[in-house]
């Protein structure tokens, strides 16, 4: 079984930038899509971004395009989000996430869930 950690939310003024981290553990597998959800109070949660193990496929949600930046370290099992421009619409709690393809990269194809970090932007 796969654990996942985030770590790096916080609180950030509008236009401001914080850096998301996702650390795999356990029985690790560096060929698994991994990516972040969010959900905003009182919203379902949505998927964000993803990346394919091997890099080379990606997916970003239309309201993050051009701002969020995944990669993927596969020697550390870790996974990072650059998040600039921040808004104060993308307060959430981010969860990372696995799954065995990014085709499957959504709320019913994720295999492991980590258990969230909170990113709160002032307006």
């Known amino acids: 079984q796969v654990q996942l950690v985030e770590s790096g939310g916080g609180l950030v003024q509008a236009g401001g930038s914080l850096r998301l981290s996702c650390a795999a553990s356990?029985?690790?597998?560096?060929?698994?899509?991994m990516g972040w959800f969010r959900q905003a109070p009182g919203k379902e949660r949505e998927r964000v971004v993803a990346?394919?193990?091997?890099?080379?496929?990606?997916y970003y949600a239309d309201s993050v395009k051009g701002r969020f930046t995944i990669s993927r370290d596969n020697a550390k099992n870790t996974v990072y989000l650059q998040m600039n421009s921040l808004k104060p619409e993308d307060t959430a709690v981010y969860y990372c996430?696995?799954?065995?393809?990014?085709?499957?990269?959504?709320?019913?194809?994720?295999?492991?869930w980590g258990k969230g970090t909170l990113v709160t932007v002032s307006s």
């Open positions: 996430a696995a799954s065995v393809d990014i085709a499957r990269f959504d709320y019913h194809g994720i295999v492991t």
């Open positions: 356990g029985r690790t597998s560096s060929t698994y899509t």
């Open positions: 990346i394919a193990w091997s890099g080379s496929s990606t």
